[in-house]
């Protein structure tokens, strides 16, 4: 084949620049932003070679209708997606999001997404202890859980809630937020933690305690609680299959990151945590209010997940197709598990 001549190379540029400058306006007409969503690079951290899927996945669910296009440029990972002007705000919570640009032209104009936020980020992720969910991972099993749930007032039960993640998502995103933990230790890890860093970050709160049912031997029911002005956590101690510790349709949201069986055994030294599960299902779905939402972030090699789905469908959760697959690594699968409460059941 002949190579072009300089004409031939200068008409397909006029055309190549025409038909940017015609799909410009076409999207200008409609109201629409060609975007690009700059993915964190701390995104490796949080869901391994899947973070790209998992970023679309989040994205799809939170803007039903808005298609990402994953594209790599100059050493960067971007999501490319077409947006009504109106809707740019909603970006602002994705949990994958490092900054979001608005392409012009050949230009990437960067936009001012301020997220809005009830306390700072330090809350949830300056405390450092084994067994700590990623804050990403917890963030964006929140966002799901709101998604699915729709309009608020929320309120979120944690029924695993160890020292407090997902309980401090929560209250940064202005929602009141109750966790229960069996391992009596987490109590004072949390109070440690969060008095450390609201005296750092100079955060107003007020502390207080004391014990959700009457005093037990075991210590089941003891509580601690951090009011901030928009939201507040509440930690108890005590085993959540236990309905006295957890309530009835108190819940819009549900959240937890299940114990993945390596750190956290079962009784009698076992690794499957089914049957620790199996023995809480009734009662965390029993918390869920009508039409609220559940999150379980598990490990989908152990329990396999048609076994998780099963134990919380016989609870009469409608299980949706969600599900955000990463591998942490050998022995860990990590996927999400979302039920909604049908309004009428
Ligand atoms: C993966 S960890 C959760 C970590 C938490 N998201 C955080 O970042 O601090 C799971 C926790 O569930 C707790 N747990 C397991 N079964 C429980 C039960 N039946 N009731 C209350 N807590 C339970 C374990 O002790 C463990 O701390």
């Not at 009469?316 to 690594?329: A, D, K, Y």
Request: proline share 6%.
């Amino acid at each position: 084949m002949q190579p072009d001549g300089p004409e031939e190379a200068n008409y397909r540029g006029f055309q190549a620049d025409r038909e940017r400058a015609l799909s410009c306006s076409r999207r200008a007409l409609a109201g629409l932003m060609q975007l690009k969503l700059l993915v964190t690079p701390l995104a490796r951290g949080a869901w391994f070679d899947e973070r790209l899927e998992v970023a679309r996945e989040e994205l799809a669910l939170l803007l039903p209708g808005v298609e990402a296009e994953i594209e790599h440029r100059a050493g960067l990972e971007l999501l490319s997606v077409e947006l009504a002007k109106e809707r740019v705000p909603e970006l602002a919570r994705l949990s994958f999001l490092q900054a979001a640009f608005e392409v012009t032209g050949d230009a990437l104009r960067p936009l001012a997404l301020e997220p809005a936020y009830a306390l700072p980020s330090a809350l949830v992720t300056e405390a450092r202890y084994p067994g700590k969910t990623n804050e990403r991972v917890t963030a964006q099993a929140v966002n799901v859980a709101l998604a699915v749930a729709g309009h608020g007032p929320h309120r979120l039960l944690d029924p695993v809630a160890g020292r407090g993640t997902t309980l401090l998502t929560a209250a940064r995103y202005g929602i009141e937020a109750y966790g229960v933990e069996r391992d009596v230790k987490a109590l004072a890890d949390f109070r440690r933690n969060v008095k450390k860093i609201t005296k750092l970050h100079r955060i107003k709160h007020k502390l207080s305690e004391g014990s959700v049912i009457k005093r037990r031997r075991d210590g089941a029911g003891r509580y601690l609680a951090f009011t901030f002005p928009q939201s507040g956590v509440r930690l108890v101690v005590g085993d959540s299959a236990d309905p006295q510790l957890v309530g009835r349709g108190r819940y819009t949201l549900v959240v937890g990151d299940l114990p993945y069986g390596i750190q956290h055994r079962g009784p009698g030294g076992r690794r499957d945590p089914l049957d620790t599960l199996a023995a809480c299902a009734p009662t965390w779905a029993a918390a869920l209010a009508p039409g609220g939402a559940m999150v379980l972030i598990f490990n989908a090699l152990q329990p396999r997940p048609e076994r998780l789905h099963a134990l919380f469908a016989q609870q009469g959760l409608e299980l949706l197709p969600t599900r955000c697959t990463h591998r942490m690594s050998e022995s860990i699968v990590r996927q999400l598990a979302v039920f909604r409460r049908p309004v009428a059941s």
